[in-house]
């Protein structure tokens, strides 16, 4: 099977994690998805009420994008965005 077939018959994920302000071992708000995300950039910012589990409900600024993509037998491709932060 080549990888574009495998990228086609597969059940491919994708997860958007924001992390809380300046402390990427606190997430903000965790969201999965069979579709990809919209792009988010560097410099954006992120209403404070559409993060569910933030302690402050404060806009963010996006401050870094991290990728974080890997294959898996059962779901094909996994795909994580991880979204750095700080208090906008």
């Known amino acids: 099977m080549t ?3 495998f990228l086609i018959t597969s059940k491919n994920e994708y997860y958007l994690e924001i992390y809380e302000p ?3 071992s606190c997430v903000a708000g965790f969201y999965s998805s069979d579709q ?3 792009a988010i950039s560097v410099g954006d910012v992120i209403n404070g009420t559409s993060l569910p589990d933030m302690s402050k409900k404060h806009h963010v600024r996006v401050t870094k994008i991290e990728h974080i993509i890997f294959t898996n037998t059962t779901s094909g491709v996994t795909h994580k965005v991880c979204v750095h932060t700080t208090a906008a």
Do not use: L, Y
């Open 22 to 24: 300046d402390d990427a």
């Open 3 to 5: 990888s574009k077939n």
């Open 36 to 38: 990809p995300f919209m």
